[in-house]
C-alpha cells in the first residue's frame, strides 16, 4: 500500500511537471509571436494576423501622435427619461411687476354702481360742489367759489354746504367781498356747516394770501393748493379737476374711503382717506379715475350707507366681500303644527 501510494504521487508529479513546461511553452511562443506582429509593418500582416494583433491593442500603450487613437470617440451619455417624469412650467409670481395687483369683479362692480346711478338724483348730483359755483362769474371768481365750497363740504353734508354756499352768492362771494366781511358776518352766513368756527378762520386766512400772492386767483397746481389753511389732498384735487379742468388725482372723501374698503378695492384695509386713494391709483386705470368722486359719493348716499347699508338692493351683493356677509337668505319658519281636532 505503501509502495502504490508512491507510485501515485511521482505519477502527479510527472504529470504536473509535463503540464507547467507545456504551458511555459506554450505562453512564451505566444510572447515571441505577439513581439514579431508588433514589430512587422501593418501592410506585411495576413488578415488572421491584424485579427489578433486588433484584440491585443488594449495591451498596447499606443503613440500619442498615432491616428489610430486619435480617431477613438467616447460614447456620449445619454440621459434616460422615463415615461413618470413629468415638467412642470413654472407659473409666474403673482402681482409681479408683469400683472399688477386689481380686485376682484372690479369692472362688473363698476359697471353695476354706474347702472344703479343712472337717474343721478342724489344729493351730490343737484349739490356737489361742482354745482354751487356762479357759471357766469369773471372766471377767477368762479374759481374762488369752487374752493370755498370744497372748504365749506369738509365733515359737511351736500345740503347744508349748498344752503351756506347761496347765502354766500347773496352777499358777494368773491376775495374782496370776504376780505371786507366780519367774522361775525361770515359765521352767519356760512354757519352751521361742520366746524364754521375753524372755518371762518380758515376761509379769512386762505383770501388773505389768493390776494397777496395769487392776484386774487387760486394756485393752479396741487402742491400749492395744499398749502393753503384749510385745504386737504381731497379738496386739491377736486379743485384741480374741477376749477383747472386738470385730472392730478381721485378725490377720496369718506363715502369712496368707506365702499373702496367694503369692495376690497385695496389690498390691505386703509384707515385714511388719502392712503385710500394711494392704493386705488395703483391699479385703476387713469382714464377711471375722474368719475369715481361723484359716482362713489352719490352711491354712498343712496344705498352704501354708513350705517345699514341696503346690501338687498345693491347689484353688487353677490360679488361684493362686505355684501355677501350682510345678506343672508331669509330663514324659513317652520311648519304650525295643527291642533288634533
Request: glycine share 4%.
Amino acid at each position: 500500500m505503501k509502495k502504490a501510494g508512491t507510485l501515485t504521487e511521482a505519477l502527479g508529479e510527472v504529470v504536473s511537471s509535463y503540464f507547467s513546461h507545456t504551458s511555459r511553452m506554450t505562453r512564451s511562443k505566444f510572447s515571441r509571436s505577439e513581439e514579431k506582429m508588433k514589430n512587422q509593418p501593418q501592410e506585411t500582416l495576413s488578415e488572421g494576423d491584424r485579427v489578433q494583433l486588433s484584440r491585443l491593442k488594449p495591451k498596447i500603450k499606443s503613440d500619442p501622435d498615432d491616428t489610430a487613437v486619435k480617431n477613438v470617440v467616447k460614447r456620449k451619455h445619454v440621459p434616460i427619461q422615463y415615461e413618470t417624469e413629468v415638467k412642470v412650467k413654472k407659473e409666474p409670481r403673482e402681482h409681479s411687476e408683469e400683472t399688477p395687483w386689481e380686485p376682484l369683479n372690479w369692472k362688473e362692480q363698476l359697471l353695476n354702481m354706474h347702472e344703479m346711478r343712472k337717474n343721478k338724483d342724489a344729493p351730490v348730483d343737484v349739490m356737489g360742489c361742482n354745482k354751487l359755483q356762479d357759471d357766469d362769474a369773471d372766471p377767477k371768481v368762479r374759481r374762488y367759489q369752487v374752493l370755498i365750497s370744497l372748504m365749506l363740504s369738509s365733515q359737511t353734508k351736500d345740503q347744508v354746504t349748498s344752503a351756506a354756499m347761496m347765502k354766500l352768492r347773496t352777499h358777494g362771494l368773491s376775495v374782496p367781498s370776504i376780505l371786507q366781511t366780519s367774522d361775525k358776518k361770515l359765521g352767519d352766513l356760512i354757519y352751521p356747516v361742520g366746524f364754521w368756527k375753524k372755518k371762518i378762520i380758515f376761509i379769512k386766512n386762505t383770501t388773505k394770501i389768493l390776494e397777496q400772492k395769487y392776484d386774487s386767483d387760486i394756485p393752479p397746481t396741487l402742491r400749492e393748493l395744499v398749502q393753503l389753511p384749510g385745504v386737504g389732498p381731497k379738496m386739491a384735487h377736486i379743485v384741480m379737476d374741477v376749477a383747472w379742468g386738470e385730472l392730478t388725482g381721485i378725490g377720496v372723501d369718506t363715502h369712496v374711503h368707506r365702499i373702496c374698503n367694503r369692495l376690497k378695492w385695496v389690498q390691505k384695509p386703509t384707515k385714511q382717506p388719502e392712503d385710500t386713494r394711494k392704493a386705488v391709483e395703483k391699479w385703476l386705470p387713469r382714464d377711471k379715475w375722474r368719475e369715481i368722486n361723484v359716482l362713489m359719493v352719490g352711491f354712498g348716499q343712496q344705498v352704501c350707507l354708513p350705517v345699514g347699508p341696503r346690501c338687498h338692493e345693491c347689484l353688487n351683493r353677490k360679488i361684493c366681500p362686505h355684501g355677501k356677509g350682510v345678506v343672508k337668505s331669509p330663514k324659513k319658519s317652520p311648519a304650525k303644527k295643527s291642533k288634533p281636532s
